[in-house]
């Protein structure tokens, strides 16, 4: 054992490797996205780990092994559950033989995400059991257990982080020893083979076996009731689980009160005796939990269940917040009112000067912003639509590209502007997919097009890497999870394949790319322009753009138009001291990454690249 | 001890953070650190919380609790400062990174700062820029600052330490001479 700094998906990925996975798949997706880089990392040879193409295939590469009897485990953020839900949903009816703990993410607030999804109420859907832990520490201990009990039952299990957990980072007394199993292989059988009869049969299995679940979990050890009912006897208690657990104990700490606390790391199967128990000793119970209202709905049900008069203060009664994620701040006031104690609050301070908004943007030099600017200037004044997809490229909605008039979900870009197309015959409808997302889920979409005979211009941007995510390979690098070399699949080849010859461009040559849509534009049927350049997190920056002082004019059109956050106008002092200078566009040469397009826009060539 | 720092996406506030965590961890003291990963590092507000010692429950430091804000530009430092306690310390570095929403006066934060707090430590970039060659090393020369206050529970040497154990042997070395700035210009 060693104290090490693990963050939570680190926690989860040491501890699933300590309990003996043996394979590791999963699609990266914030904040689900470093469980399986740190498994790629800090791996044994034997354990093997893949980016899978999707959340589907990740689902049901990892069922194959755990049909051998391997320990399996995969990753996603909440969404990726929704692709992953088709083979997850049958899968729970025939069950694994090796322990199989599915890891979805869920994002509260939501931080990184298009939804707010609670992945406890899919686990109550698909009849699945599920674990929610409440701190990096409990994380890594449980995630050993979750594996024993998906053994013990033979189904898989789900596993739910949140953001706060999954990126939050404790000092971790962690293990480098290794379970070492022997699985038993693959044993031909008809049970892997789902048929209405067997489904039947299993749905049944399943319905008597879950309640012995709940039964089970009322003694797992991670599911407690603590603390003290108040002195001045009336009873209330708390009820809550997640990281609103932690927020609870924190809130507590400040209000300098205590309070009976159930703690639920289980949401479903329900541990229905442990919190009848609970249930006894309370007359007014506060549950605190982010997203839907799980362990509030469990709590009635129980009482009616039980015919136990305890009132149940949540989502359902406005005592609690019913999206957005919690804070200790959200936690402390709604503990204060309800435990009747006195909040203190600080004073207020000088009100500050008006701040900045600073919402995320494209990197200084992404190849993105060149791209959409292409397509802009290209369409200015002609009806045209934008169909955008899930990606920093998302980011291109934002002033002043304003370059995504629609964003749904993975893929989805290719597929909405088939619809918009026959919407609106008389507009050029776009769709702009990243390169990790056609593999993803975008592919099947152009095919569908094709084969439809609809009227589109599909840009990939294809920038060689999963970018929002951090930087993740797909089948496009080159290069595994695992550092394995293996040839490229070639988009341009694909897409030729598919019927279409794409127009492959480099984005950052302004020119090129803009004849490049305009001629895409004025044909009809699918069309395809491939924008290749890579992210500056991959590639290195090729130098600075400068300003010369006396050609600039400060006419601000390529602050203006490009949004580049390594351009201002006088880097924002005009005001102090150099009113009476002539203003010019400063360029920050902390950002800039000399991808010339600024250079290629000036009006008055005012500005020129510098390599280095 | 709750520290927290507060840039922009792409600073290198997880970085810092760990290090102060690193620097906890070798000291065998209880940490807990949070950070922001995701969209909003793409040039966007981000923050991290380092908790060190045993208590803190919740990974991110409540409001008005933090001993320690080390801003990593003026504008992020003043939205953050309702986290600091009353009478914490301000480490800030002077030089604005202009949002693409429009310039704003990095004069207009750092002066306020002065007004509400006695103790602003100012960090000039342009320092780090100096003596680095880059702006990179920015996150580095805070966490010397930081420590050159002599309130932050660790010394320069345990920073270094912690920056050996934690980044390429290159790296560590190429971030030295930031990180003794503060010390320099004392």
Redesign the interface.
């Known amino acids: 054992m060693s104290?090490?700094?693990l963050?939570g998906n680190g926690a989860i990925a040491e501890g699933a490797l300590a309990a003996g996975v043996t394979v590791a798949t999963g699609y990266p997706g914030?904040?689900s996205t470093e469980i399986l880089e740190t498994i790629a990392k800090i791996r044994d040879k034997n354990v093997y780990v893949e980016w899978s193409v999707n959340e589907k295939a990740a689902l049901e590469v990892a069922a194959g092994a755990s049909y051998a009897g391997h320990r399996t485990l995969v990753t996603m953020k909440q969404v990726g559950l929704n692709v992953a839900s088709d083979p997850l949903m049958s899968l729970a009816y025939i069950g694994v033989k090796g322990g199989m703990v599915v890891v979805v993410a869920d994002d509260p607030g939501p931080?990184?995400s298009q939804t707010e999804q609670d992945t406890r109420t899919f686990a109550r859907y698909s009849k699945l059991p599920i674990f929610d832990p409440a701190?990096p520490e409990e994380a890594y201990a449980m995630i050993r257990d979750a594996f024993d009990y998906s053994e013990k039952y033979s189904t898989p299990v789900l596993f739910r982080p949140t953001?706060?957990?999954s990126?939050?980072?404790?000092?971790i007394d962690a293990t480098d020893e290794r379970d070492v199993r022997q699985p038993e292989g693959f044993v031909k059988d008809p049970k892997w083979v789902i048929f209405p009869r067997l489904s039947y049969a299993a749905h049944k299995a399943i319905e008597e076996r879950n309640p012995a679940i709940g039964e089970d979990f009322s003694s797992y050890r991670f599911n407690t009731i603590e603390g003290n009912t108040s002195a001045n006897g009336t009873r209330l208690g708390i009820a809550t689980g997640g990281?609103s657990y932690?927020?609870t104990?924190?809130a507590l700490?400040?209000l300098g009160a205590d309070c009976r606390i159930l703690k639920i790391a289980t949401p479903y199967p329900f541990p229905e005796t442990l919190a009848a128990r609970f249930l006894n000793e309370v007359d007014t119970v506060l549950v605190l939990e982010e997203l839907d209202p799980v362990i509030e709905r469990e709590l009635i049900y129980l009482c009616g269940k039980l015919d136990k008069s305890v009132k149940i203060l949540g989502k359902g009664t406005r005592h609690t917040i019913t999206s957005g994620e919690n804070?200790?701040?959200t936690v402390?006031e709604q503990l204060a009112s309800f435990l009747n104690c006195q909040l203190s609050t600080?004073?207020c301070?000088?009100s500050?000067?008006s701040?900045?908004?600073?919402?995320?943007?494209?990197?200084a030099g992404c190849p993105h912003r060149a791209s959409f600017y292409a397509v802009k200037k290209a369409m200015h004044g002609k009806k045209a639509i934008f169909s955008g997809d899930i990606g920093?490229y998302t980011?291109g909605n934002?002033?002043?590209l304003d370059m995504v008039d629609t964003c749904l979900c993975m893929g989805a870009g290719i597929t909405l502007a088939q619809g918009l197309s026959r919407a609106e015959p008389d507009a050029t409808v776009f769709a702009f997919v990243g390169d990790s997302t056609f593999f993803a889920s975008g592919m099947t979409g152009v095919v569908n097009a094709v084969y439809n005979k609809h009227d589109m211009v599909l840009v990939v941007l294809d920038n060689r890497i999963t970018a929002?995510?951090?930087g993740q390979t797909h089948p496009g690098i080159g290069k595994t999870l695992m550092n394995e070399p293996v040839p490229p699949l070639n988009i341009p080849a694909i897409l030729t394949a598919f019927g279409i010859t794409p127009r492959v461009v480099n984005p950052l040559d302004h020119k090129a790319a803009v004849a490049a849509v305009n001629e895409a534009a004025a044909e009809s049927g699918v069309r395809a322009i491939v924008f290749e350049y890579p992210c500056v997190n991959v590639a290195k920056p090729t130098g600075c753009a400068s300003v010369d002082a006396d050609k600039c004019i400060a006419c601000g059109k390529c602050v203006r138009e490009l949004?580049?956050?390594a351009l201002?106008?006088?880097?924002?002092?005009?005001?102090?001291d150099n009113q009476d200078e002539k203003r010019r566009v400063t360029i920050?040469?902390?950002?800039c990454t000399g991808c010339g397009l600024c250079a290629q826009m000036c009006p008055t060539g005012a500005i020129a690249e510098v390599s280095e | 001890m709750n520290i927290l720092l507060a840039g922009v996406g792409g600073q290198g506030t997880v970085l810092a953070s760990k290090l102060l965590a690193q620097c906890a961890l070798d000291k065998g003291e209880a940490v807990h650190t949070a950070e922001t990963i995701g969209m909003a590092q793409r040039g966007g507000s981000v923050v991290s919380h380092v908790r060190i010692g045993a208590g803190a429950f919740s990974p991110l430091i409540p409001k008005a609790a933090a001993d320690m804000l080390i801003g990593f530009e003026p504008s992020e430092a003043v939205r953050c400062l309702p986290y600091l306690k009353p009478n914490g310390i301000v480490i800030v570095s002077t030089r604005g990174i202009m949002p693409t929403t429009g310039a704003y006066n990095p004069a207009d934060m750092l002066s306020y700062l002065k007004t509400v707090t006695d103790s602003a430590v100012f960090v000039d970039a342009e320092d780090v820029y100096r003596v680095c060659g880059s702006y990179r090393p920015l996150n580095i020369a805070l966490l010397g600052a930081a420590a050159a206050t002599g309130k932050l529970g660790f010394t320069v040497s345990d920073l270094e330490r912690a920056m050996r154990a934690q980044m390429s042997a290159k790296n560590a070395e190429a971030n030295l001479p930031a990180l003794a700035l503060a010390e320099a210009l004392k």
């Open positions: 104290i090490r700094l963050m914030t904040p931080i990184s701190s953001t706060r957990l990126h939050a980072n404790a000092a990281v932690a927020y104990r924190e700490q400040i804070s200790v701040e402390t600080v004073n301070q000088l500050p000067p701040l900045p908004i600073r919402p995320p943007v494209l990197c920093c980011l934002a002033q002043p929002m995510t951090g949004g580049c956050p201002s106008i006088d880097n924002g002092q005009l005001t102090i920050d040469k902390s950002l």
